[in-house]
Structures are given as C-alpha cells and as structure tokens.
C-alpha cells in the first residue's frame, strides 16, 4: 500500500471512530499496516476518551504463583514448561502454595492474587479446589484469579465434569475469575505451528462463555509477535469483541508479546517485538475493542517506560505490582520481576494521568492525585 492509500486509509477509519461507528476487519487491517505510529496512538486515545475514558490509571496489588511448571503440553513458545523428571521440575502441594501467599501478604497485603500453572498429567481435580479452598480460607479478602481456559480444559479431562461443572466447583471453593492465558492466537493455521498440543480455540470461547454465564468475569489475551499475520491479529480481536458483545464479561484485554529466549523459536533466529510493534498493538486494540472497558500495557512485558508511554495509545491499565513472575522471565524478559506502587504511580503521574489503585473488579481502592 502506498503512503498516500495507507493517509487515505487512517483518515477514513478516523471518521468512523469520530461518528462512533464500529470498525471492521478491513479497518483493523489499514490500521496494523499503518507506519504513522503517532497518528494511531492519538487516534486510539481519542477513541478512548469518546468512549467515556478519563485521565484514570488503573494498577493492583497483587502476587503471581504458579502451582507447577509440569506441563504435558509442550508449546512451542513455551519457556517455562517442564517435564516430570526435567531439572527444575515443580509442583507444589496446595499447603505450600498457602503458605507462601501469607508470608508474602503480610510484606505486601496484595489484594489478588493470579495464579497459572502447567498442565500437569498427575493430579487431579480436587488438586486445583484445594489450592482455591485454601488460599480463599487464609485470605478470605483477596481476590482469586487463577487459571487458564486451557487448565479448565485440562481440569475437565481430569474429572470427566463439563467446564461448567469445573468452573462451579471452582467458584464454590472461592475462585474470583480467570485470567486471560491461553488464548494465544486463535487462528488454526497458527495454533498449528506453535501450539499443536493445545486445545481448539473452541474451548477457549466455550471456557470463557461459561464462565460469564456463571456471573464469573475473566480476562483476554493475545500473543503475537510469532508467525501470525496482521490479518490473523485482527480476526483474533473481533472474536473477543463478539463473545464481549453477547456477555459483556471480560474486564480487560492483555496484548502480550511474543518472548522468543530459550525456546525453539530463539534458535530459529527470531527476536523481541519491536516497540512500535507493541505501541501499534496497544493502539488498534483499543480502536477495535469497543466494548472492553480496559486495556492493559502489560509493563512485564514490555518495561514501565514502554508502558507509561503506551498510555498516550490507548491503554488505561499497566497490571500491578505482580511480585514474582516467572513465565515471561523464563522466555527472556529482562523487566523486574517486581514494581513497588511509588513507581507504578510516579511512572503513571509523569505522564499526565492519574494513578488509581483498584482491586480485580476495577473498584477504586486509592487515588493518587
Ligand atoms: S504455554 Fe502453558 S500449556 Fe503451553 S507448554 Fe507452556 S505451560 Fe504448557
């Protein structure tokens, strides 16, 4: 596309966004080919502010664990993943598990607590309810998001339980609701190549339905950077924002970036996203996302630098304090594995927005002026 058609292209999708009209695959697509990065951003912040977005941003308290890297699945992405007998191998009993948030609590009194694992092939069902049931007893305060689509779905080859009855149980035990892994990238041809083992997106969408209809919010995510295409990028995106039209039950979107170390990728040559990739996803995320109220610049991923810029791009969230991650850390992420909230709100305020702590549900818990 010519630079004049790509001009043409953005003025066009920007009268759509002035007039409130929904955009389409063909806008999402003129607007990832888009090289004017500045336009997009001040484009998907205008869609933001019209769409009753303020100067607020949003972060939480929280703490990251992961129950067990065993993982029966092996994709190719997939840094973190071990085998049984694999050095580093873990899996904690769900005593361990409740024993490490209080000790941590009582340093940081995080208010969530977001948990993903592996799919481990030898525990079962009763495994996930008693690391619930046990962390909701200790903690009755904090908020439980844990586990992906995909260790629902693994939960239900366990038992033989539909997701709904998984889901049930899990939310009788005092789960919250799910974080938004798993996802990847819906498009089949890519699942293929990086994920064969994985679930049919299907069961994504299913996992997800399910929960809402149990009055259950989650989280989405999509990770690109890898083999996908633009197009598939934006197919991803309108799927999410279909099932957020029937359920209105995702509170937020996560764009996550592809971590090529220490995975078969890496060896194949391929790098980090650039910035202006991430800042480009950030922004047509939000132009194409119209009703998932928050999208968060994930500062894990990308550094609290990239993240307080990418506020100017549309995003209105950088997570938390998170305390201890380890996935994107195992496939080379070179942030810290913690922010303490004097940066997360001197970050935040030096870019002219306001710091807002809030818990899981985007109620307010500290304003920051
Ligand atoms: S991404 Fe998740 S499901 Fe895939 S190998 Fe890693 S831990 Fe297992």
């Not at 806008?27 to 080919?33: F, N, W």
């Not at 197009?231 to 991803?236: G, I, L, Q, S």
Request: charged letters at 25%; hydrophobic letters at 40%; proline letters at 3%.
């Amino acid at each position: 596309m010519s630079v004049v058609e790509r001009i043409h292209s953005l003025d066009l999708v920007r009268e759509k966004v002035i007039a409130g009209e929904r955009l389409d695959l063909d806008d999402g697509i003129a607007l990832m080919e888009c090289d004017d990065i500045l336009a997009l951003g001040d484009l998907a912040d205008t869609a933001r502010r019209l769409r009753g977005g303020s100067d607020d941003v949003y972060f939480v308290q929280n703490l990251y664990l992961n129950q067990t890297n065993i993982c029966r699945v092996k994709c190719k992405f997939c840094a973190f993943a071990r085998t049984e007998r694999q050095d580093g191998a873990y899996l904690y009993s769900p005593a361990e598990i409740v024993e490490d948030a209080l000790t941590q609590h009582e340093h940081t009194q995080f208010t969530e607590i977001h948990m993903v694992g592996g799919e481990a092939p030898d525990v079962d069902l009763s495994y996930y309810v008693d690391i619930v049931r046990g962390l909701k007893t200790a903690l009755p305060d904090v908020h439980l998001k844990c586990f992906t689509a995909s260790e629902i779905h693994h939960m239900t080859k366990l038992s033989g339980l539909s997701h709904e009855d998984v889901l049930r149980e899990l939310q009788a035990a005092g789960l919250g609701s799910l974080p938004g892994g798993g996802a990847e990238i819906f498009a089949e041809r890519v699942r293929r190549l990086i994920a064969p083992g994985k679930e049919h997106p299907d069961n994504w969408f299913h996992t997800h339905r399910a929960a809402h209809n149990l009055g259950m919010p989650t989280h989405c995510t999509l990770l690109y950077g890898h083999v996908e295409t633009y197009e598939e990028r934006v197919d991803h995106l309108l799927r999410l924002r279909s099932l957020q039209d029937e359920t209105g039950g995702f509170l937020a979107f996560i764009p996550l970036a592809f971590h090529p170390e220490n995975t078969v990728f890496e060896r194949r040559g391929w790098t980090f996203s650039a910035g202006t990739d991430d800042l480009k996803m950030i922004a047509v995320s939000r132009l194409l996302l119209d009703n998932i109220p928050n999208i968060k610049a994930y500062w894990i991923m990308m550094g609290m630098p990239m993240a307080s810029i990418a506020l100017h791009f549309g995003a209105n969230d950088v997570q938390g304090t998170v305390v201890r991650e380890e996935i994107f850390h195992a496939a080379g992420a070179r942030t810290e594995t913690e922010q303490q909230i004097d940066e997360l709100v001197r970050y935040v305020g030096e870019v002219g927005r306001t710091p807002v702590q809030r818990d899981t549900l985007y109620n307010e818990l500290r304003r920051f002026e």
